[in-house]
């Protein structure tokens, strides 16, 4: 069976327990190890790993990046996560949980920079890389084995070690023949690992798994799937097309097609933007609704701001909300046309929010839009709306005067803190 020494980089023909050119033990074997092309790389608790890397005297505690008491769990790395501390935790059950903990605020243009560091490594392995996240990619380096001279496993043990040598923090790498197989491969052997999954033996691996390893099968369609009494991929993966849309709609082929561990996406350079949002976490509880339309005006417009940064319009809005209980609430509606306009989002979300203002205490606010549109179609105006044009050129106004003088420089009353 091939094996690679991820120390060193030298193929093994042989099967030993250690690499007889450096002496390392950190090899990988699998019988497709050198055919396989498809790569899934996720940084390894990243935000964290970042912070111990600029602050060494922090490699042996439990760090969680974070917000304050209120706030949630940004990232955690492992130490705190034996604790049972993880992302998207409520701050105070973290703490609870982890009380030696050092909590530090997110500092997100270092972890920009990392990223956009890792990044740079991977475009230098092949043009097909494909971002799904700031901390996370998948690679195809079929064809690249004459550039490199070396498999595509060698080639990625060769970046994983550039990555820790060059930007300090470790990731871990999902060898596969798709991209479903690479991302499942990638969460079998953290931190710092290189696990392989070939295609002859996919769907026996997945086969005992729960359904709820299955990117995109959420607490809902687990629950839903269980009702139905299929609880093991296995299950799913034995249902053909027809038989599974009986039981589960349309999404049913693709859903028992996936459980067999077939996925036939390309990997395509560019990341496709589902939806763009904003939210905020409020110091103390907010009930009423004026209270509560201050904190969405301001969401609103760092939307606006940030699809235009990304070309982008909304065409549907999404409000979320999350209750002093820590249950959400989300809310959606169309709009007539698409738009960038702050004062547009918030006169559609408006009504939402006040059909949900009904004495209940929220702790998070939240919007988005959903779908996306190109930015080319926003606010041209019509019969309806002649004015569109010219408010779109008044924030236009807005936006060029805050990017000169500051956030504070111009603002509407709706959105000031007391008003």
């Known amino acids: 069976m091939p094996a690679l020494c991820r120390d060193c980089f030298q193929a093994l023909p042989e099967d030993r327990p250690a690499c007889p050119h450096c002496g390392s033990r950190r090899l990988v074997r699998h019988a497709e190890l050198l055919a396989l092309t498809v790569a899934h790389v996720d940084c390894d608790a990243f935000y ?59 500092e997100m243009a270092k972890y920009v920079a990392a990223a956009r560091q890792i990044r740079a490594l991977m475009e230098a392995l092949t043009p097909l890389v494909q ?127 996936r459980a067999r561990g077939e996925d036939g996406r390309r990997v395509s350079p560019e990341r496709e933007t589902k939806s763009i949002s904003a939210e ?58 698409p738009t960038l306009l702050p004062e547009v989002i918030f006169d559609a979300v408006r009504p939402l929010l006040a059909r949900e203002a009904d004495g209940t205490a929220f702790r998070l606010i939240g919007i988005g839009a959903q779908p996306l549109a190109p930015a080319a179609a926003a606010d041209r105006g019509d019969l309806a709306d002649p004015g569109a044009p010219k408010r779109a050129a008044r924030w236009q106004a807005v936006e060029a005067l805050r990017a000169r003088f500051g956030e504070a420089a111009v603002g509407l009353g709706r959105g000031l803190k007391g008003s």
Not at 285 to 309: M, V
């Open 48 to 106: 964290a790993s970042v912070e111990k890397r600029d602050r060494p005297e922090l490699l042996s505690r439990p760090v969680i990046v974070g917000g304050g008491h209120r706030g949630v769990v940004s990232a955690c790395c492992y130490i705190a996560r034996t604790t049972g501390v993880r992302s998207a935790m409520p701050m105070f059950k973290a703490l609870r949980l982890c009380p030696d903990a050092v909590v530090i605020k997110p």
């Open 131 to 257: 971002p799904l996240s700031i901390d996370e990619a998948v690679l195809d380096l079929a064809g690249t084995e004459a550039l490199h001279r070396a498999a595509p496993a060698a080639v990625l043990a060769r970046f994983a070690r550039e990555v820790e040598r060059k930007v300090g923090v470790t990731v871990s790498i999902g060898l596969a023949p798709n991209r479903l197989l690479g991302k499942l491969a990638a969460e079998r052997d953290k931190p710092r690992g290189f696990a392989v999954v070939g295609a002859a033996e996919a769907a026996a691996w997945l086969a005992p798994q729960p359904v709820t390893v299955l990117p995109g099968v959420g607490p809902a369609l687990a629950r839903r799937l269980e009702a139905a009494g299929f609880t093991r991929l296995g299950q799913l993966a034995a249902l053909d097309a027809r038989e599974a849309a009986r039981r589960f709609g349309e999404e049913g082929p693709g859903l028992a097609a």
């Open 280 to 337: 905020t976490t409020f110091d103390a509880d907010i009930a009423g609704l004026a209270e509560l339309e201050r904190p969405l005006w301001r969401l609103c417009e760092k939307l606006g701001r940030r699809l235009r940064e990304q070309q982008l319009a909304a065409a549907g809005v999404v409000l979320k909300l999350k209750t002093a209980g820590f249950a959400q609430r989300t809310r959606t509606t169309r709009l007539p046309g």
